[in-house]
């Protein structure tokens, strides 16, 4: 069973804006953290904004002050909007989150991706 689906990626202009959206198909009460990673053509998945188990927000530091994370509690989303978009952006983002279990350890759960490409 797919449990984050994300959508909202396609083609955008530098310096224009696109915003990501993720279904959760898990509570958010059992989730411990939870965020987007992107991976560029040759280069390994990294993190972009994570929502970590204690609650706070990290950014990686290309995407300060560009991209904000936002999660609704009541729809089961999570969201990234994405500002002043650099062809370096460009990657397939995927949504992310992980659950403690007890007896199982941690679980990773991915959505499928979706492409977001920066051209002029």
């Known amino acids: 069973q797919v449990q984050l689906v994300e959508s909202g990626g396609g083609l955008v202009q530098p310096g224009g804006s696109l915003r990501l959206s993720c279904a959760v198909r898990l509570s958010f009460f059992s989730i411990n953290t939870m965020g987007w990673y992107r991976q560029a053509p040759g280069h390994e998945r990294e993190s972009v904004a994570l929502?970590?188990?204690?609650?706070?927000?990290n950014y990686a530091d290309s995407v300060k002050g560009r991209f904000t994370i936002s999660r609704d509690f009541a729809k089961n989303t999570m969201s990234l909007q994405m500002a002043s978009l650099k062809p370096e952006d460009t990657a397939v983002y995927y949504c992310h989150a992980d659950q403690l279990v007890s007896g199982q350890g941690r679980l990773d759960y991915w959505g499928q991706g979706t492409q977001v490409t920066v051209f002029s």
């Open positions: 929502f970590t188990g204690g609650g706070n927000i």
